[in-house]
């Protein structure tokens, strides 16, 4: 794709990658839908500002929509942390108000639900930086050079990064077990 794509040529390249980098991150279908529309809304305002000499394509729409996720991620911990109180069911039913973690994602085929979204909850709970390498190197298979030029840190950093959060998740995974 050339530097002068329209914006729908980039949306039919890119809605999928958006879509399920969004889902890996937030776990939620509803919500990588609005971030998913959040980052086409971005990328159409600002599409013909990008500069494919400083980076691809690719790597810029990664970049608007981990950035996204992070900014949805964090309006959610702040909306928690003020308190506000929420009813979790439905007013009309007794249906759930939110969702639990996504544990029939695309392409997981899991026999255990409840490791499943054990595993994913940890992933959670990892530091935002640790959490993008290890969702964008595992999750989307991108290289470790496209996840460092996403996040514009260096190759080495994001091996330090990939290290530090499998670290992170089988010390957590340890504790659980008792070990």
């Not at 460092?148 to 950093?157: D, G, L, Y």
């Amino acid at each position: 794709m050339n530097s002068n794509s329209s914006f729908e040529e980039v949306y039919d390249a890119y809605k999928k990658l958006v879509y399920n980098l969004a889902l890996n991150y937030v776990q939620n279908y509803r919500d990588a839908e609005d971030i998913t529309q959040e980052v086409f809304i971005k990328i159409y305002q600002q599409l013909s500002t990008h500069d494919s000499s400083l980076s691809s394509l690719k790597t810029w729409v990664c970049k608007v929509t981990i950035h996204q996720c992070i900014d949805a991620a964090r309006a959610k911990r702040t909306k928690k942390r003020l308190g506000f109180v929420v009813s979790l069911f439905k007013k009309d039913s007794n249906e759930p108000e939110f969702d639990e973690v996504v544990s029939t994602h695309p392409g997981i085929a899991a026999e255990d639900k409840e490791q499943l979204n054990s595993l994913l909850k940890l992933i959670n709970e990892l530091p935002d930086n640790q959490k993008t390498v290890l969702l964008l190197l595992k999750s989307e298979d991108l290289t470790q050079r496209e996840v460092a030029a996403i996040m514009e840190i260096s190759v080495k950093a994001v091996e330090s990064l990939l290290q530090r959060a499998k670290n992170t998740l089988q010390k957590k995974l340890d504790a659980r077990e008792g070990f």
